[in-house]
């Protein structure tokens, strides 16, 4: 289960990278992040910096916290729900960057027919939570 878990969490992070590249060599000169033309841009090349430094700063605090806190775990179940957090938060950060990516692309994309993917991640990490919480519950 540890080895699936590692697995999925190795394919979001080739999945971020590929959705950031795909959406860097569609941004303009001058990338919007809200759906307000205007209110907030930055230059395309910041954009991928930062995303690239946000994903790597994210993924090294949740392996610290895996590190710190599997020691504590017994059971082989919640050790591995435990290191599907990154997987999940990796997965809510290329959704992300997707919607930024549409939010870019007016020409084609309607970004409101796109809106979904931010709500997605959240549920997805409540999914996690309640999903922890049945683990650590369930008897062996």
Same mark, same amino acid.
Do not use: C
């Given at each position: 289960?540890?080895? $699936? %878990? =590692? ?7 080739? *999945? @971020? ?6 959406v ?8 919007d992040?809200t759906?307000?033309n205007?209110?907030?841009q930055?230059?395309k ?5 930062f995303?690239i430094?946000?994903?790597v $700063? %994210? =993924?090294l ?6 590190? *710190? @806190?599997?020691?504590f775990i017994?059971?082989?179940e919640?050790?591995a ?13 290329t959704?992300i ?5 549409v939010?870019?692309n ?6 409101s ?5 931010n709500?997605?991640?959240p549920f997805?990490?409540f999914?996690w939570i309640?999903?922890l919480?049945?683990?650590?519950k369930?008897?062996?």
């Open positions: 289960m540890l080895r $699936v %878990v =590692n697995f999925l969490k190795v394919l979001s992070m080739v *999945l @971020f990278l590929a959705i950031l590249l795909l860097y060599a569609y941004l303009p000169v001058m990338a992040l759906l307000d205007g209110d907030f930055v230059r090349e910041d954009f991928f910096y995303g430094g946000v994903f $700063v %994210v =993924n605090f949740f392996l610290g916290f895996q590190k *710190l @806190f599997e020691q017994a059971k082989v919640v050790k729900w435990v290191r599907g957090l990154s997987f999940v938060i990796n997965i809510y950060l959704l960057v997707g919607f930024i990516g939010i870019n007016t020409n084609h994309l309607n970004p027919g796109f809106a979904y993917l709500y997605l991640g997805l990490i999914s309640v999903g919480i049945y683990v650590v369930q008897k062996s």
